[in-house]
């Protein structure tokens, strides 16, 4: 089963707008990480946030962790048709375990 | 090449027929992951290799899939008597040694295309 389920499943947003996509989760984590695919195929990374931490940034994206809600959250500002993309959270379980679920993802259209 | 490197991009098979695909990750990387993704969907968990230690087969779908790692570096995917459910996209991901406390970010290949007719 999945781990991590994002929302929503699809956004469609226009070029300058923020887009914010969600994710849950289900068990305790040692950190989640956001990735990027284009076109269906290999993904790239985007972001790791540990579970100790609440909040990071890089460039265009900003990640927030709630662990007491088990939930992340990706924002993208000032979102440009290049960001046309599906995004992915994926958690690595805590305790040891090195397996890092992906979840549904959303796919985020960004309109000219 | 500096990445993930997978073998062959685009697969068509005959149902029954074996498949093996290939995965060159990138040099002195530990871990290497195997996923599948079906057309539209997440990305399912099938098999992780750790280094020296045995590989973690939990997400495997039956025992027609079977995975191995030669020498710590290439892996090799092997689908037996391959059906249609097995087509999808199957991706290779390595990752360097472990961060204090677990694995970081993966560094993925451009996947397999696997058709079965």
């Known amino acids: 089963s999945q781990q991590g389920e994002e929302d929503p499943q699809a956004l469609s947003i226009q070029e300058g707008e923020n887009a914010t996509m969600n994710c849950s989760y289900k068990?305790?984590?040692?950190?989640l990480q956001w990735y990027r695919q284009n076109s269906g195929r290999g993904l790239v990374h985007l972001i790791l946030i540990r579970s100790n931490e609440r909040e990071k940034h890089s460039g265009r994206l900003r990640v927030t962790l709630d662990t007491s809600k088990k939930s992340s959250s990706l924002l993208i500002t000032a979102s440009r048709a290049a960001d046309t993309a599906s995004y992915f959270c994926a958690t690595l379980l805590s305790g040891g375990y090195n397996k890092l679920i992906f979840g549904a993802g959303t796919r985020l259209a960004v309109h000219p | 090449g500096a990445g993930v490197s997978q073998s062959p991009s685009n697969k068509v098979t005959e149902k029954g027929k074996d498949v093996e695909l290939r995965c060159d990750p990138i040099s002195g990387h530990t871990a290497l992951y195997w996923y599948r993704q079906s057309l539209g969907q997440g990305l399912e968990f099938l098999i992780y290799?750790?280094?020296?230690?045995?590989?973690?087969k939990s997400g495997l779908p039956s025992d027609r899939f079977s995975a191995e790692r030669t020498g710590g570096s290439v892996s090799t995917l092997t689908i037996q008597r391959t059906q249609q459910e097995d087509s999808a996209v199957y991706l290779c991901a390595s990752s360097p040694d472990l961060l204090a406390g677990g694995i970081g970010e993966l560094f993925f290949g451009e996947g397999s295309r696997l058709t079965v007719l």
């Open positions: 290799f750790q280094g020296n230690s045995a590989p973690d």
């Open positions: 068990t305790s984590i040692n950190n």
